[in-house]
């Protein structure tokens, strides 16, 4: 059980705009940064967002990051079928003094 | 370039002892705080510990807290990841990453992460 809490699945087509969401509480994502990282199959995971919606340089603009009180959300936009990843969210946790990371989410391009 | 390469997997039976070593090149080592994160088979990824730029404060997660020690050797520019009292829960891929902070890590993002190295847990 993750102390930030993403839906396991997520799907879209080519082109599509999908939504990952995160939820978590005011001890983490209510007081910290969130920043999401992408692990495609084999490889060591990358950093897609941090600080709650900054690309860091060589992400491409079809990614972006919101946050609203203790729950973010990661877009991706124009869906390509590199795409095809597992997703994480991640926020320290003020409480547990230490950082906790969402379940993931496994997107699939249809 | 900035690299990162993780050491010291194996295969290791419950109760026993390994030693993880991540050697960092390409960038100042002892400016920056670093991570060890872990991703189980068919589990998602898990934050295991981190120390800050000097070593001086550690923190750990709840599941390895009491037989995990992280410590790092920055004239080495590696940091390592002791681990004591192995149960088969430990078994994963264990990754070492850089925080973009010396000390900050509730402000900071991993930058830069290993390829990994593999534990495994069994008699």
């Known amino acids: 059980q993750s102390v930030l809490t993403q839906p396991p699945s997520a799907s879209g087509t080519p082109g599509q705009r999908v939504t990952i969401s995160c939820s978590g509480s005011?001890?983490?994502?209510?007081?910290?940064?969130v920043n999401w990282y992408q692990r495609l199959p084999g490889m060591a995971p990358q950093v897609l967002i941090y600080g709650n919606d900054q690309r860091p340089s060589g992400v491409p603009a079809r990614f972006s990051g919101s946050k609203s009180g203790t729950s973010a959300s990661l877009a991706i936009s124009g869906l390509q079928s590199e795409d095809e990843a597992d997703y994480y969210c991640?926020?320290?946790?003020?409480?547990?003094?230490?950082?906790?990371f969402g379940g993931g989410t496994q997107l699939t391009v249809l | 370039e900035v690299q990162l390469l993780e050491s010291g997997g194996g295969l290791v039976q419950p109760g026993g002892s390994l030693r993880l070593s991540c050697t960092g090149s390409g960038f100042t080592f002892g400016n920056y705080a670093m991570t060890w994160v872990r991703q189980a088979p068919g589990k998602g990824l898990e934050w295991v510990s981190g120390?800050?730029?000097?070593?001086?404060?550690?923190y750990y997660g709840d599941s390895v807290k009491g037989r995990f020690t992280i410590s790092r050797d920055n004239s080495k520019n590696t940091v390592y990841l002791q681990m004591n009292s192995l149960r088969a829960e430990d078994t994963a891929i264990y990754f070492c990453?850089?925080?973009?902070?010396?000390?900050?890590?509730?402000?900071?993002?991993?930058?830069?992460w290993g390829q990994g190295t593999r534990v495994t847990v069994s008699s």
């Open positions: 990453a850089r925080e973009t902070m010396m000390y900050d890590f509730w402000s900071a993002y991993k930058d830069y």
């Open positions: 120390a800050t730029a000097t070593g001086t404060n550690t």
């Open positions: 991640a926020a320290w946790d003020d409480s547990l003094n230490g950082e906790v």
């Open positions: 005011s001890s983490n994502i209510g007081s910290n940064s």
